[in-house]
């Protein structure tokens, strides 16, 4: 089939569903400090449980584009009363990885960066154990292992919704949906932000529970280890598809108060002002 430049009005448009179908890797949750969760959240957010939870994954047939792998930290909180996930940053690594970066962050304003090298993320197995590790310009972000049997802590089952063969769960997510406009000077600036909430649906073949043991550290430009690990409380190994479903705004709030927050997770250091070092 021939490529063209100029599409027609209905081939000119994002496709409405995404699916991260045949998506398989570890899942984990441990507890963190409550005080240090609060002070990343943009207004409105506001923390639910001092609690982190996080995936390495394969995703072996998304429905936009190539294979890709994926990790993930994100933590859960409140707004207008409405508990749900903000995930506050992704890393993405081999053939599909970049369409799906920029769709995650043109189409819902995720917080997704790509790593170097496809093996930058890997899924390792072992017996019963498995391990999942993330690094990003050579430096290691994210070490989890898990052995399969049951949870450290059997409580967790109830934040994943309890997860089984067959089973569908929902679940709510709360993405910052950033626009950069030329000001005054000619210089861009972030003019407006929409906060959205996600509904999504995780429909599972497999979810095996384990005790898991998670390992975070920063980098310059990837501060993964600011959230201290102070319990490990379970995760599982998951083959799942995963579909994001309705994008709703549900406010609009300040780009002064939200970017601060916002910029480390989208962009590395050499891109942002230089302040004292």
């Given at each position: 089939?021939?490529?063209k430049?100029?599409?027609?009005?209905?081939?000119?448009?994002?496709?409405?569903?995404a699916?991260?179908g045949?998506?398989?890797?570890?899942?984990?949750?441990?507890m963190?400090?409550?005080?240090?969760?609060?002070?990343i959240l943009?207004?409105?957010?506001?923390p639910?449980?001092?609690?982190?939870s996080?995936?390495?994954?394969?995703?072996n047939?998304?429905?936009?584009?190539?294979p890709?792998?994926e990790?993930?930290?994100g933590v859960?909180?409140?707004?207008?009363g409405?508990?749900?996930?903000?995930?506050?940053s992704?890393l993405l690594?081999g053939?599909?990885a970049?369409?799906?970066?920029?769709?995650?962050?043109e189409?819902?304003?995720?917080?997704?960066?790509?790593?170097?090298?496809?093996?930058?993320?890997?899924?390792?197995?072992k017996?019963?154990?498995l391990?999942?590790?993330?690094k990003?310009?050579?430096?290691?972000?994210?070490?989890?292992?898990?052995?399969?049997?049951?949870?450290n802590?059997?409580?967790?089952?109830?934040?994943?919704?309890n997860?089984a063969?067959?089973?569908?769960?929902g679940?709510?997510?709360?993405?910052?949906h950033t626009?950069?406009?030329?000001?005054?000077?000619?210089?861009a600036?972030?003019?407006?932000?929409?906060l959205?909430?996600?509904?999504?649906?995780?429909?599972?073949?497999?979810?095996?529970?384990g005790?898991?043991?998670?390992?975070?550290?920063?980098s310059?430009d990837?501060?993964?280890?600011?959230?201290?690990v102070?319990?490990?409380?379970?995760?599982a190994?998951?083959?799942?598809?995963?579909?994001m479903?309705?994008?709703f705004?549900?406010?609009?709030?300040?780009?002064?108060?939200v970017?601060?927050?916002?910029?480390?997770?989208?962009?590395?250091?050499a891109?942002?002002?230089?302040?004292?070092?």
């Open positions: 089939m021939k490529s430049l100029v599409l027609s009005a209905e081939e000119a448009r994002l496709e409405p569903t699916i991260m045949n998506e398989s890797g570890i899942y984990f949750t441990f963190s400090d409550l005080a240090v969760i609060a002070d943009p207004e409105p957010l506001e639910a449980f001092p609690l982190v996080g995936y390495v994954v394969e995703i047939n998304p429905s936009f584009g190539e890709y792998k990790a993930m930290l859960y909180v409140k707004v207008n409405v508990v749900g996930m903000y995930p506050v992704f690594s053939p599909g970049e369409m799906a970066t920029y769709l995650g962050r189409k819902t304003g995720l917080s997704k960066k790509i790593c170097d090298k496809e093996d930058d993320i890997k899924l390792e197995q017996g019963d154990v391990r999942g590790t993330v990003r310009k050579g430096e290691l972000l994210l070490d989890v292992s898990l052995k399969l049997g049951e949870y802590d059997p409580s967790v089952g109830n934040i994943y919704n997860p063969p067959g089973k569908k769960c679940g709510t997510s709360f993405y910052f626009f950069l406009e030329p000001d005054e000077n000619g210089k600036t972030y003019k407006k932000v929409n959205i909430s996600n509904e999504a649906e995780y429909t599972y073949k497999e979810w095996k529970p005790k898991v043991s998670v390992r975070l550290y920063s310059k990837d501060p993964w280890g600011i959230f201290p102070f319990a490990n409380l379970g995760g190994y998951s083959e799942n598809d995963l579909e479903k309705d994008l705004i549900i406010g609009n709030p300040s780009p002064e108060k970017m601060p927050k916002l910029m480390s997770v989208r962009f590395d250091k891109a942002l002002v230089k302040g004292d070092k």
